[in-house]
Nanobody
Framework: EVQLVESGGGLVQAGGSLRLACAAS???????????IGWFRQVPGKEREGVSW????????TYADSVKGRFTISSDNAKNTVYLQMNSLKPEDTAIYYC????????????????????WGQGTQVTVSS
């Protein structure tokens, strides 16, 4: 069974950094390339939005405009983990961050659409104080 577990959230001042991790189990990055991993975030009372995505095929990455230039997504096959490095954090980045896996991905640019993602983690809270 595929499981995703997020970690690394916390409280940080504006301008600071955090690195989120999404540890995957139930499949191995090295042995299975037909997947994409996405990071999404949600503020209570608002719709969940996409943040960043990475291809299991070739590491192609994409970012939402709101985080471009500040966030970096990466993967470590040895640890079966995807990371989201968040720099220059702003109070508006405060949210619960979720990672999710799309197993209907056949290469190219990962989909930003949430219905494409089959498995979701439980989320990790990120709070940025002003």
């Amino acid at each position: 069974e595929v499981q995703l577990v997020e970690s690394g959230g916390g409280l940080v001042q504006a301008g600071g950094s955090l690195r989120l991790a999404c540890a995957a189990s139930g499949f191995t990055f090295d042995e299975y390339a037909d997947y994409a991993i996405g990071w999404f975030r949600q503020v209570p009372g608002k719709e969940r939005e996409g943040v960043s995505w990475i291809s299991g095929f070739d590491g192609t990455t994409t970012y939402a405009d709101s985080v471009k230039g500040r966030f970096t997504i990466s993967s470590d096959n040895a640890k079966n983990t995807v990371y989201l490095q968040m720099n220059s954090l702003k109070p508006e980045d405060t949210a619960i961050y979720y990672c999710a896996a799309d197993f209907n991905f056949w290469g190219g640019t990962p989909s930003p659409l949430q219905p494409e993602y089959d498995y979701w983690g439980q989320g990790t809270q990120v709070t940025v104080s002003s």
